[in-house]
């Protein structure tokens, strides 16, 4: 069974810089793309950042610059490094492949940043 588990998320002041974590069983990691999605309360998830297994990243324009995808083929693990954080990035924070593989949803992290 793939399963997705996230962690690293907490509450930190705007401006200020977290790490989150994706670790994932399964055949999952083979996938070529992998990407951090988020869902923020009343809004649909976004795809926010995703990778290649060949390391070739890409971002939405509101994280571009801030955020930093990264991967580990080797330990089937992923991270996100973001900084400067804003409120508007306070979200329930997931990772899947790109494009996402239903079912395969981790409980998430989440992610507030107070202003």
């Known amino acids: 069974q793939v399963q997705m588990v996230e962690s690293g998320g907490g509450l930190v002041q705007a401006g200020g810089s977290l790490r989150i974590s994706c670790a994932a069983s399964?055949?999952?990691?083979?996938?070529?793309?992998m990407g951090w999605y988020r869902q923020a309360p009343g809004k649909q998830r976004e795809l926010v950042a995703s990778?290649?297994?060949?390391?070739?990243?890409g971002y939405v324009n509101s994280v571009k610059g801030r955020f930093t995808i990264s991967r580990d083929n080797a330990e089937n693990t992923m991270y996100l490094q973001m900084n400067n954080l804003k409120p508007e990035d306070t979200a329930v924070y997931y990772c899947?492949?790109?494009?996402?593989?239903?079912?395969?949803w981790g409980p998430g992290t989440q992610v507030t940043v107070s202003s």
């Open positions: 990778i290649t297994r060949g390391f070739i990243t």
């Open positions: 399964g055949s999952i990691f083979r996938r070529d793309v």
């Open positions: 899947n492949a790109s494009p996402a593989i239903g079912g395969s």
